[in-house]
């Protein structure tokens, strides 16, 4: 249980805090559905952009995601998965373990996880200024 | 014949129990049509924030 | 519901709102000891809990302990009731003066975001740190008035399994009550439900009074990261589950035998004194044969519910229930069922009763419903007797390639259609009825935490209780009426037969007898399987009756024995055969149908179980009847 390792926004406040995240496709965005057991990533696009989704309505996936931590900037990493087609996933999301089909994945865009201060910049800003 | 008594009224108690909450319902739901009683949170004559 | 004004001075009223996981039922339990209540609330399937204390100056508080959830937007029943009672518009329920969010110190994000929503309510509201021993222990240091003064809430820490861990949020709470006799009411209420970006704003928020008040831990925790290690394994992890349950299910099974046997031969012995001290007649009848034998037969499965329940709530606060559910969710997943069922429908092996009350583990209605629905065909523990009568009576006892004796295989023949149709009933269910609203997988892995005694030992208590005011005074109205059936009218005088008869349930036997005749039951079954719904056993018994061998209530081995010999020469193999699958579907049982009334707070999902059981029941005899009446065994 760690608390707050992840990069605080406080360092670069995002002035349009109620805009839509642009999807922000890098080379290397996948969903984390296809993500595998050790993988290590960085969430940088929480929901479906309205593209149906089979359980549920894609606004309440993503609501519902963003409300058990999965939120834009999060560390994600793969601890475990199930023993049949590897579903379901445990997923270690900042500081706490989320356990999840990996359908509902789906709706999780994550990248190669650098370190915060690898370039100077968050992780959290780059995902920031990609918004604006 | 007491004894008849007491077994048709201990009947009678067993079998409103089980019936209680199927009156109890019909009863609410008559309530609610005649508008005396809110109905259920989100239906058309709910009361909720008013 | 703004009529009913609080009385502050006597008693407030205060909810306790939280994430589930965050020890929230713990800090309830220690502050209210053994003053609780557990209900229904009206109208919905969901567990209401409330207790009450007395704060150190002396007034009573009335505490509820709310369904946990990540948010006030509500997409369970359980947690509509949280937002509807936080929101003060619950039917029937007063507004909480003081809502207390109970967050577990070590794991504050998502907890800040529940409190910076519930502050939109404009209600006081007080955040209690639980588990801070712990956090301290880790490492984790937090700034509680830095927490508070961002927050804009007052922030006490609690450690709820500890004697005075509770004083600071008692003293609080009395100073709350002091001010708010005085203010006029509530601020205004500006909750609305919020969008995907206000969720991600309310985040952010959150993670900058995280920066702000909290230190990392130094020491952070990797019990539990090691302990997943192999508890998730999926190959070692599947294994270790399997121990668990089928220790579970041994322990369900036979460490409450003796406790069973005990009861029951009470309340044999009890009505035995009543049948010498009280002259013969229809109050005794009804006093021995329906309430006695009626009770008896409801608090036989207390000691399987005590058991079943310690291990539940064990393995619930330990945090490996939804460790079991992510290993099992796709096996249980095939079937359309939810990876936490499988607790509950194991438990119906024993019995179906306490199976279906843990359901209560399932959050969402759709999967815990057809949890429920299928529970039943769970092969009990009372469907034995009849199992075992008919097979020894009809199966030559034989072996099968040397190995198996043919009465075991048709023994787990019958376990296994059991097993066989619930999944395919719930697939139907969930797959055709239901179809198109597959509930997400989505559930937090909680960190390990060592059981607490107290909090056990309150938790079953708690249920014994529930269980048996709810099942008691339901199913208890059930065996009278059913009594009633079998006894009025009385026989005759002078009579030769058997006066069940003669009753209300020997007319209706005789005149189903047209209609079960298809399916090659003699009216003596048809008779018997009515006092039978009391209790699947109680069938046994019946047979006795109405084939007259051993006395009224005789249920020795020696009788078991003549009956079996009668049946044996009175019935076809093929009618046997039919009642063997009969018995794996029929809803046989009044308690189960009163315990689902119970659950679901409604009569229609007792009526669709009763109607779908019976028409599988009905079906497969037909089959059965005629398959076998077509193989010579007519």
């Known amino acids: ?63 519902r995601l963003l409300e058990i931590g999965f939120v834009e900037g999060a560390r994600v990493e793969i601890l475990h998965e199930g023993l049949f087609g590897r579903d379901p996933i445990a997923v270690k999301v900042d500081d706490m373990r989320v356990a999840l089909r990996r359908r509902e994945a789906e709706a999780i865009l994550i990248t190669a996880w650098q370190q915060p201060d690898a370039s100077g910049a968050t992780p959290r800003a780059v995902a920031e200024d990609r918004r604006s | 014949m007491a004894q008849q008594i007491v077994v048709g009224l201990i009947v009678a108690a067993a079998l409103a129990w089980v019936l209680r909450p199927t009156v109890m319902r019909m009863v609410r739901r008559r309530q609610v049509a005649a508008g005396k009683a809110p109905g259920p949170c989100g239906s058309d004559n709910c009361n909720c924030g008013s | ?187 205004a209420n500006t909750w609305h439900e919020p969008s995907a970006e206000e969720v991600r704003a309310t985040h952010r928020e959150a993670d900058r009074i995280i920066k702000l008040a909290v230190r990392p831990p130094t020491k952070p925790d990797t019990w539990t990261t090691r302990l997943d290690a192999v508890l998730l394994n999926p190959v070692a992890g599947l294994l270790i589950l399997l121990t668990v349950l089928f220790f579970m299910f041994q322990a369900v099974f036979t460490w409450a035998q003796p406790a069973m046997d005990g009861i029951k031969a009470g309340f044999d012995a009890l009505a035995a004194w009543i049948n010498g001290a009280m002259p013969d007649g229809i109050l005794r009848s009804l006093i021995t044969d329906g309430v006695i034998a009626g009770v008896g037969s409801i608090i036989v499965f207390l000691p399987q519910i005590v058991i079943l329940f310690t291990f539940i709530i064990l393995l619930e606060d330990f945090g490996y229930m939804p460790r079991a559910a992510f290993l099992m969710d796709k096996i249980m997943g095939g079937a359309g069922l939810h990876g936490r069922a ?90 055709l009825v239901w ?113 007259a061998v051993g006395g009224a209530g005789g249920g020795g081995e020696e009788n078991v024995t003549a009956l079996m010999d009668t049946l044996g020469h009175s019935w076809s193999l093929a009618t046997a055969l039919s009642l063997l699958a009969w018995y794996v579907f029929a809803p046989q049982c009044a308690s189960t149908l009163g315990v689902v009334r119970r659950e679901t707070n409604s009569l229609k999902w007792p009526l669709i179980m009763f109607g779908y059981m019976l028409t599988l029941a009905y079906l497969a005899s037909f089959a059965t009847y005629h398959i076998a009446a077509s193989l010579g065994w007519a």
């Open chain 3, 435 to 547: 179809r198109g609203t597959v509930e997400p997988f989505l559930m937090e892995l909680p960190a390990y935490k060592v059981p607490d005694v107290k909090n056990l030992v309150m938790g079953v208590w708690t249920r014994a209780k529930a269980f048996l005011q709810r099942a008691g005074t339901t199913i208890l109205s059930i065996m009278i009426l059913i009594w009633f059936l079998s006894s009025f009218p009385g026989a005759p005088a002078g009579a030769t037969d058997p006066a069940i008869d003669y009753s209300i349930a020997g007319m209706v036997g005789h005149w189903l007898q047209p209609l079960v005749a298809p399916i090659g039951f003699n009216w003596q079954i048809t008779v018997a399987l009515i006092p039978g719904m009391a209790a699947r056993e109680v069938a046994v018994a019946a047979l006795g009756t109405v084939y």
């Open chain 3, 1 to 187: 519901m703004n009529a009913i004004a609080p009385v502050l001075q006597t008693a407030p009223r205060i909810a306790l709102v939280g994430n589930p996981n965050c020890g929230k039922t713990a800090l309830f339990n220690a502050l209210t000891g053994s003053r609780q209540k557990v209900a229904n609330y009206a109208g919905v399937t969901v567990e209401r809990k409330e207790g009450s204390f007395t704060t150190p100056e002396g007034r009573r508080v009335q505490v509820l302990d709310l369904p946990g959830t990540y948010s006030l937007r509500a997409r369970s029943p359980d947690e509509e009731v949280t937002r509807d009672v936080v929101l003060g518009r619950f039917k029937g329920e007063a507004e909480p003066d003081l809502l207390v969010c109970v967050a577990d110190a070590t794991n504050l994000r998502l907890v800040l975001r529940l409190v910076l929503e519930l502050k939109q309510v404009g209600r006081p509201l007080l955040l209690a740190l639980n588990m801070f021993d712990i956090a301290r222990h880790r490492g984790i240091e937090i700034d509680i008035g830095r927490l508070s003064a961002e927050l804009g809430v007052p922030v006490v820490p609690t450690v709820a399994v500890r004697k005075a861990g509770t004083a600071d949020l008692l003293k609080h709470i009395d100073t709350v009550a002091v001010e708010l006799a005085g203010a006029a009411s509530a601020g």
């Open chain 1, 1 to 63: 249980m760690h608390l707050s390792s992840r990069p605080a926004v406080s360092d670069a406040p995002a002035p349009d805090q109620d805009a839509l995240p642009a999807p922000a496709l890098t080379a290397d965005a996948r969903p984390l559905s296809r993500a595998a057991k050790g993988e290590v990533g960085r969430v940088i696009r929480v929901g479906l952009d309205g593209a149906p989704h089979d359980s549920l309505d894609p606004d309440e996936l993503e609501r």
């Open chain 3, 342 to 431: 499988f607790i509950p429908l194991l438990s119906s092996f024993a019995c179906a009763i306490p199976g279906i009350m843990a359901t209560r583990v399932i959050d969402n209605r759709r999967d815990r419903l057809a949890t429920i629905m299928v529970a039943p065909l769970m092969t009990c523990s009372a469907r034995i007797p009849v199992y075992t009568l008919i097979i020894s009576a009809f199966v030559p006892d034989r072996t099968v390639g040397g190995v198996f004796s043919l009465q075991g295989l048709v023994m787990f023949g019958l376990y296994a259609a059991g097993i066989l149709s619930a999944l395919l009933v719930a697939f139907v269910m969930r797959r």
